[in-house]
């Protein structure tokens, strides 16, 4: 898991560390020790630590005009034992939700297993975002089948129209634009809805 980078292009547009509003803020990067591990896995020192031992992600981009936040997941996001979704939606949504960022594409790819507790912090993302999204991608089919299972459609988009594996050859702003024309057919309304 270790050769597992976050993705590293969009770099010339965003790094979380340098953004002033960001929750990493000034964090340091150590490029040769390996600080993190997910079991017994070490990962790669770019992943940010979140307070779960399983689920560490990487803000990949944020604009602050258009009110959206791209975030790359990996490990295991088990509610379960580790609340995995209460450490994303305090320490990390709640933070973009007050800068008035509503809108949100988590990058689930290398995200290995789901395990569901409760839906409380589920649904408090939904409220939160008001007249925003948030859209989970490239969940593996095994992980999709847990969301299903567990009703998540009720709080954030997924499937099979957001299972975008060439989302790396795209800019930020065009991922995005992609993402809200997806979520607005799916729900029926105009493209040209300014969400």
Known sequence: MHHIEPY????DYYEAEKDEQSPFFEREYDEFKFTH??????IHPQWDYIGSDTLFIKILFVDYSD???IIEMIGEWNDCINNDIMFLKR???DHLIHLQINKFILIAENVLNFHFDIDDYYAEIYEDVED???AVLNLQEHVEQEFQL??????????EKLNIINWRV???SDLFHEIKRIIHYSLGTSTEINN
């Open 170 to 172: 795209l800019k930020p």
């Open 150 to 159: 567990h009703n998540m459609h009720y709080y954030l988009n997924f499937g």
């Open 132 to 134: 925003g999204w948030a």
């Open 67 to 69: 009110g959206y936040a």
């Open 8 to 11: 590293y292009l969009w770099r």
């Open 91 to 93: 320490d990390v949504l």
């Open 37 to 42: 591990s997910i079991y017994n896995y070490v």
